[in-house]
């Protein structure tokens, strides 16, 4: 049987990277080596990745974000363009709409090759936390970017979304709605469950058994970090007893210790680590409106983690409020404290909430999911000769 050739373009491979990066991931180490011959077009990321043809691209540090950068195909075009050639892909697979992502579509469209893409990140709720010292630029920016995120996907053949909440708006941007599937995020319960409590571990790191919420995200500002600074400080002005963990690391940590000086901030943690802080805090805050789906709250939730959350963005699909979680309004920390309050002295509805997130986590399931996906390529990779590269 004659494989599927898939050329995947990315920015960054490194797997804990992200959301995003794990999500990709998940697939990559999915593949079969039976089914599928793949080529790695990237940035960031291994010299060699495991045993697939690879190749870097040189990249730019974002000045906005040091955490990440951006590749630029233009410097090695020819290069680029001869092993694509001689690769022969049946599908292109992009990761995010960058010039690496418009220049695989600019050649998939010129050779008739089929897109897929995985709606990773919602780079337009960005904008107004990068340019909020500049506020007459944010209107005039994400009209742009909405722009090009129209002309992008709409090329793709095949648009992966995590949630109906994101799948609204793209609609809204002009994206096509037969172009997109919802396709959810898994969970890895091996890692991920209410069996790594440990409260001694817990007792460790806070010096008491206090109830303990967790923060666990990258700490840039488009996570809605003052929304989260307002929340601490009004459970600390309300004489609430608990704990409160940050777990992650970013530009925004210096800023972060500075205003939640009682906080424990842990920096970035292995999957293993963080599964036990998880399954041993009391309940998760993510006041993040930025998520395209937000994985931290579905991680949570397999953790047995009752969960407080913001009404916006994809992670608000995750949460029926009242039902298995609370979500708030984006902005308004009295309404989190007053939620946070209730679930640490309702011991009736703290349970109900932790079955019902259980009960959600246990329904997504990475190996489905990647069975989706691959099966797509299969579909995609099939079609007639007019899809190929050379007849």
Same mark, same amino acid.
């Given at each position: 049987?004659?494989?599927?050739?898939?050329?995947?373009?990315?920015?960054?491979?490194?797997?804990?990277?992200?959301?995003?990066?794990?999500?990709?991931?998940?697939?990559?180490? @999915?593949?079969?080596? &039976?089914? /599928?011959?793949?080529?790695?077009?990237?940035?960031?990321?291994?010299?060699?990745?495991?045993?697939?043809?690879?190749?870097?691209?040189?990249?730019?540090?974002?000045?906005?974000?040091? #955490?990440?950068?951006?590749?630029?195909?233009?410097?090695?075009?020819?290069?680029?363009?001869?092993?694509?050639?001689?690769?022969?892909? &049946?599908?292109?697979?992009?990761?995010?709409?960058?010039?690496?992502?418009?220049?695989?579509?600019?050649?998939?469209?010129?050779?008739?090759?089929?897109?897929?893409?995985?709606?990773?990140?919602?780079?337009?709720?960005?904008?107004?936390?990068? /340019?909020?010292?500049?506020?007459?630029?944010?209107?005039?920016?994400?009209?742009?970017?909405?722009?090009?995120?129209?002309?992008?996907?709409?090329?793709?053949?095949?648009?992966?979304?995590?949630?109906?909440?994101?799948?609204?708006?793209?609609? #809204?941007?002009?994206?096509?709605?037969?172009?997109?599937?919802?396709?959810?995020?898994?969970? &890895?319960?091996?890692?991920?469950?209410?069996?790594?409590?440990?409260?001694?571990?817990?007792?460790?790191?806070?010096?008491?058994?206090?109830?303990?919420?967790?923060?666990?995200?990258?700490?840039?500002?488009?996570? #809605?970090?003052?929304? +989260?600074?307002?929340?601490?400080?009004?459970?600390?002005?309300?004489?609430?007893?608990?704990?409160?963990?940050?777990?992650?690391?970013?530009?925004?940590?210096?800023?972060?210790?500075?205003?939640?000086?009682?906080?424990?901030?842990?920096?970035?943690?292995?999957?293993?680590?963080?599964?036990?802080?998880?399954?041993?805090?009391?309940?998760?805050?993510?006041?993040?409106?930025?998520?395209?789906?937000?994985?931290?709250? +579905?991680?949570?939730?397999?953790?047995?983690?009752?969960?407080?959350?913001?009404?916006?963005?994809?992670?608000?699909?995750?949460?029926?409020?009242?039902?298995?979680?609370?979500?708030?309004?984006?902005?308004?920390?009295?309404?989190?404290? &007053? @939620?946070?309050?209730?679930?640490?002295?309702?011991?009736?509805?703290?349970?109900?909430? @932790?079955?019902?997130?259980?009960?959600?986590?246990?329904? +997504? #399931?990475?190996?489905?999911?990647?069975?989706?996906?691959?099966?797509?390529?299969?579909?995609?990779?099939?079609?007639?000769?007019?899809?190929?590269?050379?007849?």
């Amino acid at each position: 049987m004659r494989k599927v050739k898939v050329a995947f373009f990315a920015e960054i491979l490194f797997e804990d990277k992200d959301g995003a990066s794990r999500t990709m991931f998940q697939l990559i180490k @999915r593949i079969s080596s &039976d089914r /599928f011959e793949f080529m790695f077009i990237y940035g960031e990321g291994p010299d060699q990745l495991l045993n697939f043809r690879s190749l870097k691209i040189p990249t730019l540090t974002i000045p906005s974000n040091k #955490n990440y950068t951006l590749c630029l195909p233009s410097l090695v075009q020819q290069k680029l363009i001869r092993q694509l050639t001689q690769f022969n892909p &049946d599908i292109i697979h992009i990761a995010t709409p960058s010039l690496l992502g418009h220049f695989a579509a600019k050649f998939a469209q010129k050779h008739h090759i089929p897109i897929i893409t995985i709606y990773h990140t919602h780079f337009i709720s960005y904008i107004a936390y990068y /340019f909020k010292k500049l506020p007459f630029l944010i209107e005039p920016i994400k009209k742009l970017i909405s722009v090009k995120k129209k002309s992008f996907y709409n090329r793709c053949d095949y648009i992966y979304v995590p949630s109906n909440t994101i799948r609204k708006e793209l609609i #809204n941007y002009g994206i096509q709605a037969s172009k997109m599937q919802l396709w959810e995020r898994g969970i &890895d319960s091996k890692i991920f469950n209410p069996k790594k409590n440990d409260p001694e571990l817990l007792k460790q790191i806070t010096g008491n058994s206090l109830p303990t919420l967790l923060f666990a995200s990258r700490l840039v500002w488009e996570k #809605n970090l003052q929304t +989260l600074f307002r929340i601490y400080h009004r459970i600390q002005s309300r004489n609430i007893a608990c704990n409160f963990i940050v777990a992650g690391d970013g530009q925004a940590r210096a800023e972060c210790e500075k205003e939640m000086k009682g906080a424990i901030f842990m920096g970035q943690l292995s999957h293993e680590t963080l599964a036990i802080i998880y399954a041993s805090s009391s309940l998760f805050i993510f006041p993040s409106i930025s998520e395209t789906y937000g994985n931290v709250v +579905l991680e949570a939730m397999a953790s047995g983690l009752p969960c407080v959350i913001a009404s916006g963005g994809g992670s608000q699909d995750l949460i029926q409020n009242g039902v298995n979680g609370y979500s708030c309004e984006p902005d308004n920390e009295e309404e989190y404290a &007053d @939620r946070i309050e209730t679930l640490l002295t309702n011991k009736t509805l703290y349970q109900q909430f @932790r079955e019902a997130g259980l009960h959600k986590s246990e329904k +997504l #399931n990475w190996d489905h999911l990647a069975a989706i996906y691959f099966d797509d390529l299969e579909h995609l990779g099939k079609l007639p000769y007019i899809y190929k590269l050379t007849s």
